[in-house]
Structure formats: structure tokens, C-alpha cells
């Protein structure tokens, strides 16, 4: 069964890099990203040394880290699952000798594996020539900085898996995943630092899942964190990952069972 799903995991990385102009416009969009909210992020520092306890250099590096993990974590599994749903592809998943949601797993980690090395490296790479990132060198921050950046990649796939499950019970659930997009950028930390909130809502992010996505990983390499932090935020990602699955494989098991496909 693990060779199904590495081979899974091989056959997307193929697919994704033969479309090879989504390759070269994926590094001009995510460092135009970087570009953008580098400059906006300075004009905020000014001459100001450090904002709640970030200095400009580490927020340029962290915007870059989070930006290229982005490039990742990000996959169109709620799309995928919500679309094969609605035309009834889903139904022929079903009778296949394999777990349905462990296929999609793979698949999304086929497609986060080659953005991060055709993407995130190369990207990265770039956008070390153009703005002042201050990166650490090879280390162990490296090591828990992918630990907790592959825990992100599962739980967001976890969230994208569970929105796109809610097709069998909305028909069209286009608008729910576009919303859901906007929340994980916005409460993951991804367009502000999880620092940069107000406390109060510092303190209810503690209780969802969205800084397990982005703003962790990215700190532990753009700030750095006592290890004492970073055994402390590993723990909180797994415990995120293993309560995600509960729901998912309780809506997995209702919602087959009513399954309805739209079209013929």
C-alpha cells in the first residue's frame, strides 16, 4: 500500500511539471508577492528599529519564508474533492482497493513537493539577490523548520479536505472555499504576523488551528525559537493534525452514504 501512494505522490510531481509556464509564472507571482509586501511592511517600519519585538530585517525575512512555504502547503485538494463530488467521478473512487482521502493526501504532497523545489527554492534563491533576508545557516532551525512545515502542509490539507467534503451537502460549495482561502491567509498568518494581532485575539487563535499553517514554521526560521518553543509548538501541530483527522473521517463515513452526483 505505501508504494501505491508513493507512486501517487510521483505521477503528480509529473503532472504539475508539465505545465512548465505555471512553473516560471509561480516565481514571478510569489516574489512579486514578496516585492509587495516587503515594501509595504517597510514604508509601516520606517525608521522605527523593531515592532513587537520583530525588526524590519527579520519581518523581510519572515515574509519571504512564509510566502515560498505558501508555495508548498498550498494545494486544490477542496476543489478537486468538491468536483469529483459533483460529476460522480467520487463513486468510481470508491470501489477502487485504496483509502480515498489517503489518495488525496498523496496527490496534494506530489504537488506540494514540486512547488517547494521548483518553486520555493529557486524563488527563495531570487528573492535572497533582491531584498535584505537574513537567513540562518545550515542548522538544526532548518531541520525543525521543515518538521513543522510539512505538519502545516497536513493540516491545511486536512482544512482543504473537510471543505471540499461539504460538497455532498452543498451542492455548490465554490463560495465556502473561496472564503475558506481568505481565512487561512489571513489567520495563519501569512498576510500579518500572529504578533502583529491584538492580544485578545492573539489569545482565541491559540484555540484554532491556523498559525499551525504558516506563522509557526515561518518563525521558527525567520525569528528563531528556544527549543524549549519549538518542542512546545511541534507537540501543538501534531495534536492539531490528529484532532483534524476525527471530523474529517467522521463526515468521510456519513457523507458516502449519501452520495447524490450531479450530471450524468
Same mark, same amino acid.
Given at each position: 500500500? +505505501?508504494?501505491?501512494?508513493?507512486?501517487l505522490?510521483?505521477?503528480?510531481?509529473?503532472?504539475?511539471l508539465?505545465?512548465?509556464?505555471?512553473? !516560471?509564472?509561480?516565481?514571478? %507571482?510569489?516574489?512579486l508577492?514578496?516585492?509587495?509586501?516587503?515594501?509595504?511592511?517597510?514604508?509601516?517600519?520606517?525608521?522605527?528599529?523593531?515592532?513587537?519585538?520583530?525588526?524590519?530585517?527579520?519581518?523581510?525575512?519572515?515574509?519571504a519564508?512564509?510566502?515560498?512555504?505558501?508555495?508548498?502547503?498550498?494545494?486544490?485538494?477542496?476543489?478537486?474533492?468538491?468536483?469529483? %463530488?459533483?460529476?460522480?467521478?467520487?463513486?468510481?473512487?470508491?470501489?477502487?482497493p !485504496?483509502?480515498? +482521502?489517503?489518495?488525496?493526501?498523496?496527490?496534494?504532497?506530489?504537488?506540494?513537493?514540486?512547488?517547494?523545489?521548483?518553486?520555493?527554492?529557486?524563488?527563495?534563491?531570487?528573492?535572497?539577490?533582491?531584498?535584505?533576508i537574513?537567513l540562518?545557516?545550515?542548522?538544526?532551525r532548518?531541520?525543525?523548520?521543515v518538521?513543522?512545515?510539512?505538519?502545516?502542509?497536513?493540516?491545511?490539507?486536512?482544512?482543504?479536505?473537510f471543505?471540499?467534503?461539504?460538497?455532498?451537502?452543498?451542492?455548490?460549495?465554490?463560495? +465556502?472555499?473561496?472564503?475558506?482561502?481568505? %481565512?487561512?491567509?489571513?489567520?495563519?498568518?501569512?498576510?500579518?504576523?500572529?504578533?502583529? !494581532?491584538?492580544? $485578545?485575539?492573539?489569545?482565541?487563535?491559540? !484555540? +484554532?488551528?491556523?498559525?499551525?499553517?504558516?506563522?509557526?514554521?515561518?518563525?521558527?526560521?525567520?525569528?528563531?525559537?528556544?527549543?524549549?518553543e519549538i518542542?512546545?509548538v511541534?507537540?501543538?501541530? $501534531?495534536?492539531?493534525?490528529?484532532?483534524?483527522?476525527?471530523?474529517?473521517?467522521?463526515?468521510?463515513?456519513?457523507?458516502?452514504?449519501?452520495?447524490?452526483v450531479?450530471?450524468?
Open positions: 500500500m +505505501l508504494n501505491t501512494y508513493l507512486e505522490i510521483r505521477i503528480r510531481f509529473l503532472m504539475m508539465a505545465y512548465r509556464v505555471n512553473y !516560471y509564472s509561480g516565481i514571478i %507571482i510569489y516574489s508577492n514578496i516585492g509587495v509586501y516587503y515594501f509595504l511592511w517597510m514604508a509601516i517600519y520606517g525608521d522605527a528599529g523593531s515592532i513587537r519585538d520583530m525588526t524590519a530585517v527579520q519581518m523581510a525575512t519572515y515574509i519564508v512564509a510566502w515560498m512555504s505558501r508555495a508548498f502547503y498550498f494545494n486544490n485538494l477542496d476543489r478537486e474533492i468538491a468536483r469529483e %463530488i459533483r460529476d460522480g467521478t467520487v463513486a468510481v473512487q470508491l470501489i477502487r !485504496y483509502h480515498y +482521502l489517503g489518495v488525496k493526501m498523496a496527490q496534494g504532497f506530489g504537488e506540494g513537493l514540486f512547488r517547494l523545489l521548483l518553486f520555493s527554492v529557486p524563488g527563495m534563491a531570487v528573492v535572497s539577490l533582491v531584498f535584505p537574513e540562518p545557516g545550515i542548522g538544526e532548518w531541520l525543525w523548520f518538521v513543522s512545515l510539512l505538519i502545516g502542509f497536513v493540516i491545511n490539507s486536512q482544512i482543504n479536505m471543505t471540499g467534503l461539504m460538497a455532498f451537502y452543498i451542492m455548490n460549495n465554490e463560495g +465556502l472555499i473561496r472564503a475558506k482561502r481568505v %481565512i487561512v491567509d489571513l489567520l495563519s498568518g501569512l498576510i500579518l504576523p500572529i504578533s502583529f !494581532y491584538p492580544e $485578545w485575539a492573539q489569545r482565541i487563535l491559540t !484555540y +484554532l488551528p491556523f498559525q499551525a499553517i504558516s506563522y509557526q514554521p515561518s518563525t521558527i526560521l525567520a525569528k528563531g525559537m528556544a527549543r524549549g518542542a512546545h511541534l507537540l501543538t501541530q $501534531w495534536i492539531w493534525a490528529v484532532v483534524l483527522w476525527i471530523p474529517i473521517q467522521l463526515l468521510w463515513i456519513h457523507a458516502r452514504r449519501r452520495l447524490i450531479q450530471g450524468g
